[in-house]
């Protein structure tokens, strides 16, 4: 406890405390309050007020060291010699923890911290006034008549004031409000801080003043808006590899931020992926995508899909790369054109250029080429409206970056274009006609890409022309999508057709090519080179459905490497019936045979083979559908499934080969089955030559005498068995000697001395093709004529 008298004198003390002051009475009596307390004058500012008043202040205690306490005053009535009455007491518990937090608080120099009373008068802060009062160290500064004026430019000073009068006010507290807060003596850098703040009571709820805490923030506003639309930038292009799409998103990213109208227009040559020509006077370019801050696109301006052409000035600009800045669109009209203007001042300007640079209420435009590796993509346009500030050197900058970003996704959409044309026009060209017809077989193939960017994979089919009169049916898939996976379809399809040749049974076929596809596998591995992986393309584990038909017979034989599916759309009835198959592994694994399923197909029924798992339901619906149109036609229902499955997303592409069937009727063929006597050559002559006039075609008769002569002559001699002889006349004479011979005969040249080995010459060239096949009893030659040859 303290006495003091009117001149802040010491007139008695009490300490109940020795350890708090280590003052005796002795020693302070007589002694003045500003000796034994720290910064005299904030006592003096709460002593000042009159009546009870609490506060907290520092004593000095006798060792020189500071002791914080809390104060209570008590002013004694006039006339007697003490006027003041302090009690004061150490500060602890929470009281310590709270002046520990204030010291923290002032103490650090990253966040701006300032305690105001209630008059807004600075009194504590940890920030450096700019201007302190002449020969007074900083505490003293800090009190009456400091103000934010002292650290901030006064306008800036002066908006941050206005907040927190409004915290005092309302008592509601300010949270985050950022404000600018330029310093004195560098009013010309931006800043800009994050304002709270909130408002400070004693025990007994008055006001006593408010707290604010200022966090500066990293970049001003403009330039944080501009790093955001960046990003925004950023994330949003290039998410799509269509040209169209990436175009009205660069367009939608500057509308409204930064512009009222904005359109791109690309060459042709964006749009079809070709290769990029040089930009020159009177190229035209393709409106793709405009962006409207309204509803409506202005009606006097280029609408999607106008053709553009630019002129001579701003041709030359966007060859150099440079950007067309018009900052005052009613000065150019009115025909003052700035002297640094890519345009020509005496060059007259027809209204199609108007509609082009200027459309609807410009006040202000920018045209910025848009380039990618060096090559002109096209022209991102931009406008702005009447009652908006035209465009500055900064708009420009960042609607350059932001073109800078959208040239690049929408090259690399051009890119991949080309790249997905190229491998479609690869696959489409190694894979046959969409409508094929052979004996008594009409085929409709259809390929579907996958709905996804991969785009074009290795689904592929085939129609193979098999000897007599038989045909083949594939379908396949190789594993990943591209150019890879079109180029692995194609040696797969190559390896198919060159071992159709041989005309094997499809087990066999199957097993052939597995064998291939393994030692492709091994010769790469033995190579260096490392397997492509899926994604690109490979033969390994790829799949091949492969399926013959007879149709004098009606027999058809299907095997299945892989999970490949076939149905039946039975005729009439157009009841679709799937066949059950005993699909073998991939291609490749070379671990199990494969085995071949058999059916009987009736004149006018569909075989439906995919290279993936079969929707019966598809085919189903496609067969109603096809009916209900009354084109029960092979292309009929090929469409109509197709149709089905464009419905549904797909991940995967997928070929589909539906083949209408027919039968040969038995009035166009004929079969003997002959002895092993040589005297029977001639009886097998009489009988072909009778067949042949019966058909029509006694002008053959000569050559197809000759083939059967020598055929049935080999057949006894080297066969020893009994001979079949068989006749197809569909378009094209086949002709077909079969015996219990497995040996295979082969075609040479015979030497002038040699007797014999001219037979097989001969048939070569009186015949259109020939070949053997073995069959499970032996072995057939067959050999065909083309019926209007002659």
């Known amino acids: 406890m303290f006495m003091l008298d009117e ?12 350890a708090l002051t280590g003052w005796s009475a002795d020693e302070i009596r007589g002694l003045r309050m500003a000796d034994v307390v720290v910064a005299p004058a904030r006592w003096e500012e709460h002593l000042g007020h009159g009546g009870p008043v609490t506060f907290c202040a520092v004593l000095r205690c006798r060792d020189g060291s500071e002791a914080e306490v809390a104060v209570e005053a008590v002013r004694l009535p006039a006339g007697s010699e003490a006027r003041l009455l302090l009690f004061a007491g150490a500060i602890a518990g929470s009281h310590v923890e709270d002046a520990g937090l204030a010291h923290a608080l002032l103490a650090q120099d990253r966040v701006g911290v300032v305690m105001y009373d209630a008059d807004l008068v600075i009194t504590r802060t940890n920030l450096e006034p700019v201007r302190p009062e002449r020969n007074r160290p900083r505490a003293e500064s800090i009190g009456r008549g400091v ?35 330029r310093r004195l003596g ?5 800043r800009v801080v994050s304002v709270s703040a909130f408002r400070v009571a004693d025990p007994h709820g008055r006001v006593m003043g408010v707290t604010a805490v200022l966090a500066e923030v990293g970049e001003p506003a403009p330039t944080r808006q501009r790093l955001a639309l960046l990003h925004s930038a950023a994330g949003r292009l290039g998410q799509s590899l269509d040209v169209t799409r990436n175009a009205q998103e660069l367009t939608a990213i500057l509308v409204p931020e930064l512009a009222d109208l904005a359109a791109v227009d690309l060459t042709d040559e964006v749009l079809s992926g070709d290769d990029l020509r040089v930009f020159f006077v009177g190229m035209q370019a393709r409106r793709v995508a405009v962006s409207p801050s309204i509803s409506d696109w202005p009606v006097n301006a280029h609408r999607l899909g106008d053709v553009v052409r630019g002129g001579k000035g701003e041709a030359a600009a966007f060859h150099e790369g440079n950007t067309i800045l018009v900052a005052d669109v009613a000065a150019w009209r009115a025909g003052r054109v700035p002297r640094d203007s890519p345009w020509d001042r005496g060059q007259t300007y027809d209204e199609d250029l108007l509609r ?20 002109l993509l096209g022209v991102l346009d931009a406008w702005r409206n009447p009652g908006r500030p035209p465009f500055s050197a900064g708009d420009v900058s960042l609607i350059e970056e932001i073109a800078s970003r959208g040239s690049l996704s929408l090259d690399n959409a051009r890119r991949y274009v080309r790249e997905r044309r190229t491998t479609e026009v690869l696959q489409r060209s190694l894979l046959p006609p969409p409508v094929v017809r052979m004996a008594a077989v009409r085929t409709s193939g259809a390929y579907a890409p996958a709905r996804t960017a991969a785009g074009t994979g290795g689904c592929w089919y085939d129609v193979v022309r098999l000897s007599g009169v038989r045909t083949a049916f594939v379908v396949g898939k190789v594993a990943g999508h591209g150019i890879h996976a079109a180029g692995a379809m194609g040696r797969l399809r190559s390896a198919v057709q060159t071992l159709a040749d041989l005309d094997p049974p499809p087990e066999e076929m199957l097993s052939h090519l597995d064998d291939m596809v393994l030692h492709i596998g091994e010769d790469e591995n033995e190579d260096g080179h490392e397997p492509e992986p899926p994604a690109l393309g490979s033969l390994s584990n790829a799949s091949c459905l492969y399926a013959t038909y007879d149709p004098i017979t009606g027999q058809c034989q299907v095997a299945t490497a892989g999970g490949l599916s076939a149905a039946v759309v039975r005729a009439g009835s ?19 045979p494969f085995e071949t399923a058999e059916l009987l197909l009736q004149p006018g029924d569909v075989l439906a083979l995919s290279s993936s798992q079969l929707n019966v339901e598809h085919i189903r ?49 004929a079969f003997w089955q002959l002895s092993a006597d040589p005297a029977l050559v001639a009886r097998a002559r009489e009988l072909v030559n009778d067949q042949l006039v019966e058909w029509d075609l006694e002008d053959m008769a000569f050559s197809t005498e000759l083939i059967v002569s020598e055929l049935i002559t080999n057949a006894i001699r080297y066969a020893h068995g ?32 040699d007797e014999g080995g001219r037979g097989l010459f001969l048939i070569a060239q009186f015949c259109h093709r020939w070949g053997s096949r073995y069959t499970p009893n032996g072995k057939t030659i067959w050999t065909e004529q083309l019926v209007d040859a002659g």
Do not use: K
């Not at 092979?634 to 991940?651: C, F, Y």
């Open 186 to 190: 560098d009013a010309a850098a931006e």
């Open 147 to 181: 103000r934010l004026q002292d650290f901030l430019v006064a306008e800036d000073a002066a908006a941050i004031e206005d907040q927190l009068r409004r915290v005092l006010a309302s008592g509601e507290a300010l949270s985050g409000l950022e404000l600018p807060a």
């Open 722 to 753: 009994p001979v079949g002889v068989r006749l197809v006349n569909d378009h094209r004479l086949v002709c077909e000697v079969s015996d219990p011979s497995q040996s295979q005969p082969h075609l040479r040249r015979a030497r002038l001395s």
């Open 7 to 18: 001149r802040r004198t010491v007139l008695d003390h009490v300490d109940a405390e020795p």
């Open 621 to 669: 619906d496609g067969v109603h559908s096809a009916a209900a149109h009354g084109d029960l036609s092979v292309t009929g229902l090929t469409d109509n499934v197709l149709a089905r499955l464009r419905d549904e997303p797909r991940h995967e592409d997928q070929a589909l080969l539906l083949a209408h069937v027919e039968r040969i009727p038995p009035a166009r063929t």
């Open 574 to 592: 157009a009841t679709v019936d799937e066949i059950r198959l005993h699909p073998g592994p991939p291609l490749g694994d070379g671990t199990q």
């Open 356 to 375: 082009l640079m200027f459309p609807g209420e410009a006040a202000s435009a920018v045209y910025v080429p848009l380039f990618a590796r060096g090559n």
